[in-house]
């Protein structure tokens, strides 16, 4: 099957922080990406803007490097390289100070085409950058800016963040990122609940058990150990990725798939969000093993407090969802590298099968990653002969089988999110109330733990969290889904 790929307009994308990590990982061998399929216009302009010294050559050179790196285009054809490096150009900018400010404007003004500027950069320049901006003349009410996570790390500072942000940008030119929106399982999920007769009635605490939803990494907190203490897997995982995800799953159809229609029913589902009780909550920080360091140890203090790993049992009070558990886990040096949300039907109320009452229901797991797919697991007679024995096979659908090489090697989340910034959808970004909303319901949690002087509970690396966390799911007569690709 031959994906679509429709063009956006032609843009000039100023990367603040064009040097950094995130920039040669994700969204320049994206933009490359993007680039060869034919959906950048080869007039459009990518402007790196940093600390670094470089000239235009050197960041030319840089984004080369990045590129071969990180993975180019499946398809490019040869001399598709050097003609994106000649839409690459660098100007050094110092966020707090005036260097570079006059030469960046002087580059991009009098262009017409779609301006977004992209803050790659810690969220402590996020304001000189907005400010910067507005004082050279470059905000004007046509561009966009992208901010990264982390947005805020309570209330208060997200609020102030907002606030600052506002200043100088109106709401509609605001892209706040979270790439797991831009993942491309995601988005079938609304698609598999909006697009299908079948699993709509069905989306309901009436028939609905429960539903799950893992986020675990194998590996632990690597390079990132100062700035990951900080913040912990409640911050950095839960309040954003786990949040979002819990709300699409679980919020009401939107009247139409539009930026407005679809934030306001999140919000919603975060709103009615039921405070956590602490026995329904496990924290968690991994051991040291043969294959590295513990946690205390890989972020350098002995007795730090922040875990790498949390479980949830968390309800909404609405009335599609009251009386459903959603248990949320997320985690560090986790048995394996597996995103899933598991929707778990309730069991049939009657049976006319000699079998187990409860023993066999229907499952329908969507994987994030890897192996991005649609798995509904669904009971059928075991066959041969000997009487009628019921088993539960998968109805599996995975993406790269079922839509063949061109669909089943979509856009990185990255890539996908950056054009959706060009053509100024703002579907899979989080709103400013979105992101308030759910640091309200994340403070008291952290706020909690703080007061009581909790410390996590260990767990051994390459397993999938304390003992604790299993014992609050067989506490309600449940367990969790194996972590496993
Ligand atoms: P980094 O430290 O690798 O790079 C920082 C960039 O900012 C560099 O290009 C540097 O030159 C520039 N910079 C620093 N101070 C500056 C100043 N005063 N003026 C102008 N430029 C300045 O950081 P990163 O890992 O690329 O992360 C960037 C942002 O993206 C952060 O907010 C981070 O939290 C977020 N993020 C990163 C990742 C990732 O995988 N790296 C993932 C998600 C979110």
Redesign the pocket.
């Known amino acids: 099957m031959v994906s679509r790929v429709i063009p956006v307009d032609p843009f000039d994308l100023v990367i603040?922080?064009?040097?950094?990590?995130?920039?040669r990982?994700?969204i320049l061998p994206g933009l490359f990406r993007r680039y060869c399929a034919g959906q950048m216009p080869p007039e459009s302009r990518i402007i790196g803007?940093?600390?670094?010294d470089f000239d235009d050559a050197d960041y030319q050179e840089f984004v080369a490097e990045a590129i071969r790196e990180f993975g180019g285009g499946r398809a490019c054809e040869d001399g598709t390289l050097e003609a994106f490096l000649e839409r690459l150009s660098y100007v050094p900018?110092?966020?707090?100070g005036e260097a570079g400010w006059t030469e960046l404007a002087a580059l991009i003004s009098g262009s017409t085409l779609v301006r977004a500027f992209y803050f790659?950069?810690?969220?402590s320049?996020f304001g000189d950058l907005a400010e910067r901006l507005h004082q050279h003349g470059m905000a004007d009410e046509h561009c966009r800016i992208v901010v990264?996570?982390?947005f805020g790390r309570d209330l208060k500072t997200a609020e102030a963040l907002n606030a600052t942000l506002a200043e100088h940008f109106d709401e509609s030119q605001i892209y706040r990122i979270d790439?797991y929106l831009g993942k491309e399982t995601v988005q079938n999920l609304m698609a598999v609940r909006f697009g299908n007769l079948l699993f709509e009635p069905l989306w309901n605490s009436q028939y609905v058990d429960h539903i799950q939803i893992t986020v675990a990494e194998s590996v632990g907190v690597g390079g990132r150990g100062e700035y990951y203490d900080k913040s912990g897997a409640m911050r950095d995982m839960v309040q954003n990725h786990l949040m979002q995800l819990l709300c699409l799953i679980a919020m009401e159809p939107p009247s139409k798939f539009d930026p407005g229609a679809v934030r306001d029913e999140k919000l919603k589902v975060i709103r009615a969000l039921d405070p956590v009780e602490p026995h329904h909550i496990v924290r968690g920080q991994y051991s040291a093993s043969d294959d590295g360091p513990g946690y205390r140890d890989a972020v350098g203090d002995p007795r730090s407090t922040t875990e790498s790993f949390v479980a949830m049992k968390v309800g909404i009070s609405n009335w599609r969802w009251a009386g459903t558990p959603f248990y949320l886990r997320t985690g560090k040096r986790m048995v394996d590298r597996c995103s899933e949300i598991t929707v778990v039907f309730k069991a049939r109320n009657h049976s006319i099968f000699d079998e187990v009452q409860g023993q066999h229901r229907n499952v329908l797991t969507i994987r994030l990653q890897p192996n991005e797919g649609i798995t509904l697991g669904v009971t059928i007679k075991e066959p041969g002969p000997g009487g009628m024995r019921l088993i539960d096979v998968p109805l599996d659908m995975s993406f790269a089988e079922a839509l063949g090489e061109d669909g089943g090697d979509p856009p990185d989340a990255y890539e996908r999110l950056i054009m959706d910034v060009i053509r100024g959808n703002q579907t899979l970004f989080m709103r400013g109330d979105e992101v308030e909303a759910a640091w309200a319901w994340t403070d008291p949690i952290i706020e909690g733990w703080n007061k009581r002087g909790d410390v996590p509970k260990p767990y051994d690396s390459a397993s999938t969290g304390p003992g604790d966390s299993d014992q609050m799911l067989a506490r309600d007569g449940r367990t969790w889904r194996p972590v496993s690709p």
């Not at 900018?93 to 707090?96: E, K, L």
Request: no cysteine; hydrophobic share 35%; glycine share 14%.
């Open positions: 603040f922080g064009g040097t950094g990590d995130l920039a990982r994700k803007a940093a600390r670094s900018v110092d966020a707090r790659s950069v810690g969220p320049l990264e996570k982390p790439h």
